[in-house]
């Protein structure tokens, strides 16, 4: 999580700095804003949205579909920004796309709350291979001696993702480890059936007690509690395949995980900084909406599921948003 992407490069940091202000420049036109693309950061972009129209003449069109939509859109203009839960790719980036990051998501893995080992799930985790044996179908049973010693014969039930989701492509890097991560075609191909969007594939494990998948954490968690309320649980991870330390046992509440996602105690990924990436330099109410977002707009990050960037990488980002910017 150290790169800004656009056809200019890597930035230098001009400052120590802390966050920027408004740029006293609020308020456009009175015209539209069209935003399109992932999931993930979709609630907290529509948060944004609700508040900068408070503030502003400015209107917004959100829709999701995922990153690659959202993309799509873009290069199409057919929308002024993309959300982005990835990387910009290289080609995307030599075809003028300049992103700048905006917060820090965070995908678990997920299962149904009345699992056939959920005691076993909570109190032991299961480790990054555990999962990868899972959901490349090696383990196929909730009574495997490679998973718990439990006197249970149940069918794993795997869930993915059928839309251009950028959460599961984030999910196949964690799964493969450093070098052999798996396309989201492929977890496809090795799933018991797929879901368009987070929401779905909630739904779906909710209700099958066998089934497993991967969640954006703001559908495992209650975003007005922050406590786990719904029918399904995160999956804690055993990092060293040792079982679950007291260090490692931070899901019982929202904050609490993320917490431990700020302090660097979940990986990266599942965890990924989310980005706005704009077809060519961002302009007019688009560029003032992002510079927003990335000074007083971060202060409503954390309460609304995220993780906010640090001081640090906001100034590269707001050194983004100026360098690829008509003056």
Do not use: K
């Amino acid at each position: 999580m150290s790169e800004l992407y656009s056809r200019r490069g890597m930035l230098e940091l001009t400052a120590a700095g802390s966050a920027v202000g408004l740029a006293g420049c609020l308020g456009g036109g009175g015209d539209t804003v069209r935003i399109s693309g992932g999931v993930g950061p979709l609630p907290m972009v529509e948060v944004w949205a609700d508040l900068y129209e408070q503030q502003t003449d400015v209107q917004f069109d959100i829709s999701g579909g995922g990153t690659g939509v959202g993309v799509s859109d873009l290069f199409n203009n057919q929308v002024d920004i993309a959300m982005m839960g990835r990387d910009p790719r290289t080609e995307e980036v030599d075809d003028d796309l300049v992103a700048v990051p905006m917060l820090i998501d965070t995908v678990v893995g997920t299962v149904n709350e009345n699992n056939p080992v959920i005691d076993e799930i909570q109190s032991e985790g299961l480790s990054r291979e555990q999962l990868e044996a899972i959901f490349s179908r090696e383990i196929t049973n909730w009574g495997s001696p490679e998973l718990f010693d439990a006197d249970v014969d149940e069918e794993i039930v795997v869930y993915g993702r059928s839309d251009a989701s950028a959460a599961y492509e984030q999910w196949g890097d964690f799964l493969g480890g450093e070098d052999d991560a798996y396309t989201e075609s492929e977890l496809e191909g090795l799933s018991d059936g797929n879901h368009d969007g987070d929401q779905p594939v909630a739904q779906a494990l909710g209700q099958n007690e066998n089934a497993i998948s991967m969640n954006n954490i703001n559908y495992v968690y209650s975003l007005e509690s922050g406590e786990l309320e719904g029918d399904i649980r995160p999956i804690p991870l055993d990092s060293d395949g040792e079982g679950l330390s007291e260090d490692e046992d931070f899901y019982e509440t929202r904050d609490e995980f993320l917490a431990a996602v700020e302090r660097g105690e979940y990986p990266a990924p599942p965890a990924r900084e989310m980005w706005l990436a704009s077809n060519g330099p961002f302009e007019d109410e688009a560029r003032e909406f992002v510079d927003w977002v990335l000074s007083d707009g971060q202060e409503y990050v954390s309460d609304n599921g995220y993780v906010p960037l640090e001081e640090d990488r906001l100034a590269e980002a707001q050194n983004g948003l100026d360098d690829g910017a008509h003056s």
